[in-house]
């Protein structure tokens, strides 16, 4: 079949991959002139099933009541954002309830640790490299309820494969001696032995190569205007450069899938979510966790890709503003400092390359894969704030649906059928 894929982020690279590795032609068009230049460039690194919670836990909305505003809050809801919220906005509340957040907990980690599995395999047998680290991530608390309420979380994910270890202080400080300055604060951690993490512009890089490898084709500085439809088809996809058409079409224009599926007819409950990294040079490591963190207090990421330190977090409810606001960066950076005061002796905001990218956020927290409405348009998109951790799982998922083989997860999970 000839297949066009729509967006090179972590998400279309890795269907593009799995598509044309199985016989199928494939083209990955983008409009950046590079691969995973949007959201999939610096995010946070961490491939974690252990972070599979989706950010609408029962009670959030008295949180985020709490933080409109304020420019000082890891959660950031900008009043002006307010009336485009409200429909995608109501269903992350409704989705909150309970019963739905464990349902949506158990999918994300299902698929998280599926995507881990198959990142591993692609790993060895391409023998790619991305600034990689498998030596799991450690899971950070200075709240004993915060602490608690993750545990459960994580017992409840041990039901489909999570691994965990609860540390007191002094046992995390053993893990990850980086954390002495601040152990008397932690009320304790939880360590994650199969989490890893890694690069995904390096990674998306290196799979694009072998991608090309095989005979795929990537069309770069090519802009989709919208999707043609006919009936219960698409006849094909208008962009700058002319009509394409192909067999099948995959959407994975990150949250930009959201206006381009609005052209053919079809509604996605996906909102962007900005969020902030910070990268700097670290060459000697000093200060530094050796295993990556999520610091849950501070609602921050940290690890080591290669010799860069990458810092990551924030959540800013503010449309698809991409702007890069300097007092979000710094406030990333001082959260993270935090932890580490020595690092922080020698590293200003000046020493650090800030981004912000925009999280495509479904309502209820699992991605939208698979088949839509119409029949030769398939979906990878909405992966939130897990989109590196899924891209292998998601991509594999895909492509199954895409050429009729039975998918390793019950696909029924992430339809878009579902809402
Ligand atoms: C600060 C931050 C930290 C994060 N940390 C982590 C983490 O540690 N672990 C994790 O698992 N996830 C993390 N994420 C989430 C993850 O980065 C995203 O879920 C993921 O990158 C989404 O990938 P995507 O391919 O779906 O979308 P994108 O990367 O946005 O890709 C979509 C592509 O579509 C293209 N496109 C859009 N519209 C058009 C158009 N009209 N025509 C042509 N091309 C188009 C874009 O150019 C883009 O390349 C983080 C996100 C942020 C913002």
Redesign the pocket.
């Known amino acids: 079949m000839r297949i066009l894929v ?7 690279v890795t269907t593009a991959w799995f598509l044309q590795s199985r016989g199928h032609q494939v083209c990955l ?4 002139p590079e ?6 460039f610096a ?6 099933a252990s972070h599979a919670e989706p950010w609408n836990a029962p009670g959030v909305l008295w949180q985020l009541l709490r933080w409109v505003g304020r420019e000082d809050s890891p959660l950031l809801l900008r009043p002006a954002a307010l009336p485009g919220l409200m429909r995608w906005g109501l269903g992350f509340l409704r989705y909150s309830r309970p019963r739905h957040y464990r349902r949506s907990m158990r999918h994300n980690a299902a698929l998280a640790l599926y995507s881990l599995d198959v990142m591993r395999t692609l790993r060895r047998e391409l023998g790619l490299r991305y600034d990689d680290r498998q030596n799991g991530i450690l899971k950070i608390f200075r709240d004993t309820a915060a602490m608690q309420t993750a545990v459960d979380n994580s017992n409840q994910m041990a039901e489909v494969g999570l691994r965990h270890t609860v540390l007191q202080p002094r046992q995390a400080v053993a893990l990850e001696p980086a954390l002495d300055d601040c152990a008397h604060e932690l009320s304790g951690a939880i360590y994650y032995p199969d989490d890893e993490s890694g690069d ?1 512009h390096l990674f998306s890089r290196a799979l694009i190569e072998h991608f090309r490898r095989i005979g795929g084709e990537v069309r770069l500085e ?4 919208g999707l043609q439809r006919s009936g219960d088809r698409l006849t094909g996809v208008a962009t700058d450069h002319g009509l394409l058409s192909a067999d099948r079409y995959v959407l ?5 899938s959201v206006a ?1 599926a609005k052209t053919a007819g079809l509604r996605l409950p996906i909102y962007p979510v ?4 910070l990268t700097a040079e670290l060459p000697d490591w000093r200060g530094a966790p050796a295993i990556p963190l999520i610091d849950d207090g501070n609602k921050v ?1 940290m690890g080591m890709l290669g010799h860069r330190l990458r810092m ?2 924030t959540a800013e409810f503010n449309g698809y503003d991409r702007s890069l606001g300097q007092a979000r960066s710094a406030y990333v950076l001082r959260q993270c400092l935090k932890t580490f005061p020595s690092l922080g002796e020698r590293l200003g905001l000046e020493q650090t390359t800030p981004w ?5 956020m479904t309502m209820d927290g699992p991605p939208i894969l698979g088949q839509s409405r119409l029949h030769d348009l398939f979906l ?2 909405g ?8 891209a292998c799982g998601s991509g594999k998922l895909v492509a199954d649906l895409v050429d009729g083989s039975e998918p390793a997860l019950d696909a029924g999970a992430y339809s878009a059928a579902r809402f």
Do not use: M
């Open positions: 729509i967006g090179a982020g972590l998400s279309g068009l983008d409009r950046q691969v995973a230049n949007e959201t999939s995010n946070g690194g961490l491939l974690h995904p090519t802009t989709v205007s994975a224009a990150g949250s930009y381009l900005k969020g902030y990294s990421v990551a977090g912000c990218g925009l999280r495509p990878n998109c992966a939130g704030h897990l989109g590196w951790t899924f």
